[in-house]
Each structure stands twice: as structure tokens, then as C-alpha cells.
């Protein structure tokens, strides 16, 4: 018996909807990548681009630590010299809540063409709408650790 390579006809690719608000953004991160990646799929191969489309609404009311939004930075180089900036996660959340997710999830997909083309399926937007209705999206629901903590 071979082993199983998936052809282009035999992907079938589904739209899901990750609401973020009140979840922690790693946690969100982690879910995302897999559904991305494709790796809840049986046809998964590490060298295919078989995932999922991905949307996540509600991205700046993540749950993110007081300590957390002040010590995380985050660095870019324009590629001058002299051209380091950098900013806190807190100033981040506050310009552009959606970059924050879209950074901490392409960190976790391959990096080269694959990853590329995988960060290309996600779509994250601050508030709590999202232009992609006419694809059907399934909710793809992520329990809270803290709520099972709590209960």
C-alpha cells in the first residue's frame, strides 16, 4: 500500500468564523493555524496547501494581560539605517488590533510559498462584521480555558 497524496480535485475547502472576543490571543492563534494549515482533515499533508478559510471577527476585544500589552514588543526595519521602530502590544491593539492576530498566526504557519499561500485565507477584522457572507461560513467555536476554569 502507497502512501495517500492528495490530489487538487480531492481539497475541498470550507469558510469557518472564529469569534475572538473575550479569548485569549494564542489560544486563538493555535485554532486558527490548524484550520488554516489543514490539519483537522484526514487529507492533510505537510507539503500541500489543503486548509480551511479563515475569519475572525471581534479581534480587538481580545482577552489580553494588563502585563502582557506592556512587555511584548514588536520590531520593524524599515532597511535604512537608523531604521528600527518597534511597539508595545498595548499601542498595537489600539492602531491595528487585526495585524496583532495576523503576525502571532503567520508565526506559526511554514515559512516560504506554503505559508504565503496559507496567510492569504485569512481574513480578520477588529469589529464584528465581515464582508463574507455569501460563502456560507460555519462557526468554529473556541471554549474559553477560563470559563472552564471558573465553572
Not at 497524496?5 to 469558510?15: L, M, T
Not at 493555535?30 to 500541500?48: D, E, I, S
Request: hydrophobic content about 40%; glycine content about 8%.
Amino acid at each position: 500500500m502507497g502512501t495517500y497524496q492528495p490530489k487538487a480535485s480531492d481539497i475541498v475547502r470550507e469558510w469557518h468564523v472564529i469569534d475572538a472576543k473575550d479569548l485569549v490571543l494564542g489560544h486563538v492563534s493555535t485554532q486558527a493555524a490548524h484550520l488554516l494549515r489543514g490539519k483537522h482533515k484526514p487529507t492533510w499533508v505537510p507539503h500541500m496547501d489543503v486548509g480551511d478559510n479563515v475569519i475572525i471577527i471581534n479581534a480587538a476585544l481580545l482577552d489580553i494581560s494588563i502585563r502582557k500589552s506592556n512587555d511584548k514588543n514588536y520590531y520593524f526595519h524599515s532597511g535604512y539605517p537608523g531604521g528600527l521602530r518597534s511597539a508595545t502590544l498595548g499601542e498595537m491593539m489600539v492602531k491595528n488590533p487585526a495585524k496583532v492576530l495576523e503576525l502571532s498566526i503567520s508565526g506559526m504557519l511554514p515559512h516560504g510559498r506554503l505559508g504565503r499561500a496559507m496567510i492569504k485565507k485569512l481574513h480578520v477584522y477588529a469589529g464584528d462584521t465581515h464582508p463574507h457572507e455569501a460563502q456560507q461560513p460555519k462557526p468554529f467555536v473556541i471554549s474559553s480555558k477560563k470559563e472552564t476554569a471558573n465553572a
